[in-house]
């Protein structure tokens, strides 16, 4: 055990500072700091030593050099087991600093607002990351604490100890503060590495850092003989399955993390109350209701009962007792929602191995970022697929346009489709999912599936298509199915034909002109 006589105390995040420090005092534990950490300190009538008092240089350059000096650096660095490291620092009238309590300057705080390279610049802290580093490599000896949550932690450990901290506890300390300090420099690299002449930003960097953290160990991959765990990004809290509060159930498995992913990202892409179904990383189910989620769901399983049994249900508004006495009546794997009140959460309660999921506030679409798939020896990066769809700004490219109806629809299909492995082909109404044809290697044989799998009357329903249609064939299909109106992207270099079978069958056709492949 180490015992903490002298502390350095210099946060940017001063969440509960004066507080660890006002009990530090009580053991007798000399506090050095600098600036505006010093100043607050002080005001709290907390005894402080100004680090430029401490080490006899002052502060400079706008506060770039404080800490930077071989009194602060030896006392961190000194082996307190190494009779030359001891005789060198006593030699030169270095004293030892048994804690260092750090947090950074906010660069990624800066960056996300906007700013320029020279602002960006200035919030690369030096300091602070040096000193860390140094009394992280040192953990041995020194306590380093970048994070206010751990503040307690600490002081209940002192009181036990009487003012010493196990070197079980500063090992765990130095490991999450170099995994802090990778986070920064990654961080800071990122941004860097974007910049081009002129102050341009690249929208990837050449070299791409990216951290996890571990939320928690699964018992098994996609199958039982592969291992696995899931780890959440660090940083902003987002509204997502990776933040999700779990409220019941049993554990989450990889494959239920996947399809409630797809569940969740596609019943958020709706504005009115939607209900999805999911299986297998595909919908077998969705549905929209103007006010009644229970309706949604109802709605949503009347798809594909068979294929939604032992499925996934993702909702975009509360969970009503209702509709959690319609979701009883099927075997489901996983239910997700922003929220569930008392009367839902007591009549799930009692399918105790139903996994319960709440969603974080903030609900709704879901926000633009980077989505990552390995390959053997390498990453392949893109942006998050978050068009902002408006069907107003289609094109009509038949000699029959959409009635209004046919146009609430193909918006419908149109969002639903996005979430179908490709070749994708979808049938729907305005509000409710028909058939789904996925994953297929021809687009004529996902007509086909989606019309074979259809529970419901396919006559009068719209199609969505993922991509466009390379033949004729495809449309002669649909038409053969009882679809009255197409939504799909266009460009291929037979659209003439394409449009030619469209209008022969009387059908309204409509390009978006963007394409919505999901491998």
Not at 51 to 71: A, I, W
Not at 271 to 285: R, T
Not at 412 to 435: C, E, M, P, Y
Request: a neutral charge; proline letters at 3%.
């Amino acid at each position: 055990m180490n015992e903490i006589k002298r502390v350095l105390i210099s946060v940017t995040d001063k969440r509960g500072i004066v507080e660890f420090a006002r009990e530090l005092s009580q053991f007798s534990v000399e506090i050095l700091s600098t600036g505006g950490t010093a100043s607050k300190l002080r005001s709290e009538g907390i005894k402080v030593i100004d680090v430029s008092d401490y080490t006899g240089f002052p502060e400079m350059m706008d506060g770039r050099l404080k800490t930077l000096h071989p009194k602060i650096h030896g006392g961190l660095l000194a082996l307190r087991n190494d009779e030359g490291h001891m005789k060198a620092i006593k030699g030169q009238g270095i004293g030892l600093i048994d804690m260092v309590v750090v947090n950074l300057y906010r660069f990624e705080d800066t960056v996300a607002k906007g700013c320029t390279l020279s602002e960006a610049v200035e919030n690369i802290d030096i300091g602070g990351p040096t000193m860390l580093r140094a009394a992280a490599k040192n953990y041995r000896f020194v306590s380093v604490v970048t994070d206010p949550e751990d503040y307690q932690k600490i002081l209940k450990e002192m009181r036990e100890t009487g003012g010493k901290i196990t070197e079980d506890t500063n090992f765990a300390l130095a490991v999450k503060t170099f995994q802090l300090t990778a986070k920064y420099d990654a961080a800071i690299s990122n941004y860097l590495g974007r910049i081009v002449s002129g102050g341009e930003m690249k929208v990837f960097p050449d070299t791409f850092t990216f951290q996890f953290v571990k939320a928690q160990d699964l018992r098994y991959g996609e199958n039982p003989h592969q291992k696995a765990a899931f780890y959440r990004e660090t940083g902003t809290i987002l509204p997502a399955i990776s933040n999700a509060r779990q409220i019941q159930g049993k554990e989450l498995s990889y494959n239920n993390i996947m399809d409630s992913d797809a569940a969740w990202q596609m019943a958020s892409d709706f504005e009115l109350s939607a209900a999805v179904i999911v299986k297998h990383a595909n919908p077998c189910g969705a549905a929209t209701s103007a006010s009644d989620i229970s309706e949604a769901y109802r709605r949503a399983r009347e798809t594909d009962p068979v294929s939604a049994f032992g499925g996934i249900v993702a909702f975009n508004r509360p969970v009503d007792r209702k509709t959690a006495e319609a979701i009883t009546e099927t075997f489901l794997e996983v239910i997700i929602a922003p929220a569930f009140d008392e009367g839902a959460i007591a009549i799930l309660s009692a399918k105790k191995d139903m996994r319960i999921l709440e969603i974080p506030p903030g609900c709704g679409k879901q926000p633009a970022g980077y989505d990552f798939r390995r390959v053997v020896g390498g990453l392949l990066i893109q942006d998050r697929d978050c068009e902002e769809f408006d069907i107003r700004k289609t094109k009509v490219v038949t000699r029959r346009a959409p009635t209004a109806e046919e146009y609430q629809a193909l918006d419908f299909a149109w969002r639903v489709v996005k979430h179908v492995k490709s070749n994708a082909i979808v049938f729907t109404t305005r509000d409710q999912l028909v058939g789904v044809g996925a994953g297929q290697m021809s687009r004529m044989d996902s007509v086909r599936i989606a019309a074979m799998k259809a529970n419901l009357p396919t006559k009068g329903c719209v199609l969505a298509s993922d991509a466009f249609f390379p033949f004729r064939d495809g449309i002669d299909l649909a038409a053969g199915a009882g679809i009255t109106a197409i939504i799909q992207p266009g460009e291929s270099i037979r659209d003439k034909d394409v449009i030619a079978a469209a209008d022969e069958h009387g059908m309204a056709m409509i390009f978006t002109g963007t394409r919505h492949f999901k491998h």
